[in-house]
């Protein structure tokens, strides 16, 4: 099955600087790579997602990459705002059968500083 | 959001009895999975299911029964609750099929404490 890795597990950022997630993957034929944001006692809500067809997809001030060859793919956050403070996970999906499943990230718990 | 709903939110119960976690979702998606999440772990797949009547295992489905009657409903059941089973568990769903065929959509999760 699919392995995902996730660093840092904490990452802390004043306000209006840049974060940088990053994930690895260990199954070359995973094709989808969503990012989910997930506040405290709230569920994980999607915040992007990239196809194995792109390298680069961009949302405003949020961004991912993907190195196909590399098998790892990064989150962006430029002029990052408090708000922005959650945990994020990053998942990679392989088809098993009839559905296509998600791995997991183990997470990473950013925090934007005033 | 609002179409994917869990109950209970909150629940306590004692080893060794049985908890059945409810899902339901109004989207008539194909697919929904079970997720437990647990600190240091992230999110793992207990199991999930294509279609009403098709589940399979997933990562951790150790202690766990579903069942998929309605496409609607996925309901999980711990037929014997251990203290290592509390846990954060989320429902998810996706249309399985469409250009957004594999987004998953969570539900607000059900807070599991096993005594």
């Known amino acids: 099955g699919e392995n995902v890795e996730q660093h840092p597990s904490t990452l802390s950022v004043q306000e209006g600087d840049s974060a940088v997630i990053k994930c690895t993957y260990s199954?070359?034929?995973?094709?989808?790579f969503p990012w989910y944001k997930q506040e405290l006692g709230k569920r994980p809500q999607l915040i992007i997602d990239?196809?194995?067809?792109?390298g680069e997809k961009k949302d405003q001030r949020i961004a991912v990459t993907l190195n196909k060859t590399a098998k790892h793919f990064s989150l962006h956050i430029t002029e990052t705002q408090p708000e922005d403070s959650a945990v994020y996970f990053c998942?990679?999906?392989?088809?098993?059968?009839?559905?296509?499943?998600?791995?997991f990230g183990t997470g990473t718990r950013l925090q934007v500083t005033l | 959001d609002a179409g994917i709903t869990q109950s209970p939110r909150y629940k306590i119960t004692e080893t060794g009895r049985q908890v059945t976690l409810m899902c339901h979702q109004t989207?008539?998606?194909?697919?929904m999975f079970w997720y437990r999440q647990d600190l240091g772990h992230g999110l793992r797949l207990i199991y999930y299911?294509?279609?009403?009547?098709?589940?399979d295992k997933g990562e951790v489905p150790d202690g766990y029964v579903v069942s998929r009657s309605k496409t609607e409903n996925f309901p999980l059941t711990l037929e014997s609750a251990t203290r290592s089973q509390t846990s954060v568990y989320f429902c998810?769903?996706?249309?399985?099929?469409?250009?957004?065929?594999?987004?998953?959509?969570f539900g607000p999760g059900t807070r599991l404490t096993v005594l």
């Open positions: 998810a769903s996706t249309e399985g099929s469409g250009a957004t065929w594999d987004t998953q959509y």
């Open positions: 199954d070359s034929a995973s094709n989808y």
């Open positions: 990239i196809r194995s067809n792109v």
């Open positions: 998942a990679a999906s392989w088809a098993a059968g009839t559905a296509s499943k998600l791995t």
């Open positions: 989207w008539s998606h194909s697919y």
């Open positions: 299911s294509a279609a009403a009547d098709i589940t």
